[in-house]
């Protein structure tokens, strides 16, 4: 029962600290490898989603072929690794599978070439053939095409070092067009997270047939004394499923006024676009820190509450053992 309510007490510990993460990243900076999508489809060419990532509709029994640039722009030559790995999109996150963990979409998927061996400074094309069986049911499908290096560890022993970037895949199966992108802003509300910086927050619901990549920026006009700010770029990283809500965070600088503002946030996916406007004041700091400084007493008493009960439930027993010898 002790280390039951020790566990209780460090997971509640986690829920009262903040936790950072960290995101893999799609582009690699100079000094490693790098990877781009070279083919567009000509109906998508001015679709900015579409000139980063695979984003296409295809019926069932239907192949298409992509050509990638990867790029090496370290001082030694690379053997890089060239392979389809399995995604998912939940919480507002397009989530990456470890290592080579395959999904129905990357069983469809062949690269023209499984390994480039590049030159520093060299780059090479490789082509990737997507093949949808014609029994293929509806519905999304996500991956990832990655170029990955792997340094072996040292000679004394070690782990293995492995470096990838990758191009992600967003693949519609069906007939047809398809049920087109679409989303709404539902809510937009002003924050002062934890009694720190001021953001906006806005919510927002995929009411269309296709994954979304949220990105925007929010504009501040009618401040105090006629004030105008930003505007602001929108925290990126947002993707969400057909059927999705999540919200999506504009941080805002320290020495803003409270307000009232008009708080305007224009939020894109490709081709669609949507905005919103709000009256909004933003909560004084000592109030917003007062609130979180309750949340975390009150946690704290529940903790302290547990320990005294642990250490009670402790004594009660040695009593008793002590007792009966």
């Known amino acids: 029962m002790l280390r039951r309510l020790l566990i209780a007490l460090a997971l509640l510990a986690g829920v009262l600290t903040p936790v950072s993460g960290a995101l893999a990243g799609e582009a690699a900076a100079a000094g490693s490898i790098g990877i781009r999508l070279v083919d567009v489809?000509?109906?998508d060419r001015d679709d900015p989603r579409a000139r980063l990532y695979i984003v296409d509709r295809l019926a069932p029994g239907t192949v298409i072929h992509r050509r990638?640039?990867?790029s090496n722009t370290t001082a030694a030559p690379v053997s890089v690794a060239v392979y389809a790995g399995a995604a998912t999109i939940g919480r507002g996150t397009f989530a990456f599978a470890p290592g080579r963990e395959p999904n129905e979409l990357t069983t469809w998927t062949s690269m023209g070439q499984d390994v480039l061996r590049l030159e520093p400074g060299?780059?090479?094309?490789?082509?990737?053939?997507?093949?949808?069986?014609?029994?293929?049911?509806?519905?999304?499908r996500y991956g990832v095409i990655w170029a990955e290096t792997a340094a072996p560890p040292p000679a004394g022993g070690g782990v293995t070092l492995i470096n990838r970037v990758g191009v992600r895949v967003y693949l519609s199966i069906g007939a047809g067009g398809g049920e087109p992108a679409s989303f709404t802003i539902d809510g937009l509300r002003a924050t002062r997270p934890s009694?720190?910086?001021?953001?906006?927050v806005a919510d927002v619901h995929n009411t269309g047939g296709r994954a979304l990549d949220i990105a925007g920026n929010l504009a501040l006009s009618r401040g105090p004394g006629g004030l105008r700010a930003g505007p602001f770029p929108?925290?990126?990283?947002t993707t969400l499923a057909p059927g999705d809500t999540a919200p999506v965070t504009v941080l805002l600088g320290e020495e803003l006024p409270d307000g009232p503002w008009r708080a305007r946030i224009a939020l894109r996916s490709g081709l669609v676009e949507r905005a919103v406007a709000a009256t909004l004041s933003f909560p004084r700091a000592a109030e917003a820190g007062t609130a979180r400084s309750r949340q975390v007493a009150i946690g704290i008493g529940i903790a302290g509450f547990l320990l005294l009960a642990a250490v009670a439930l402790l004594l009660m027993r040695r009593r008793r053992a002590s007792r009966r010898s």
């Open 41 to 43: 489809p000509v109906d």
């Open 68 to 70: 990638i640039e990867v």
């Open 122 to 140: 060299a780059s090479a094309l490789d082509t990737v053939t997507i093949a949808v069986p014609r029994d293929a049911s509806a519905g999304e």
């Open 195 to 200: 009694g720190g910086r001021p953001a906006v």
């Open 234 to 237: 929108a925290r990126l990283g």
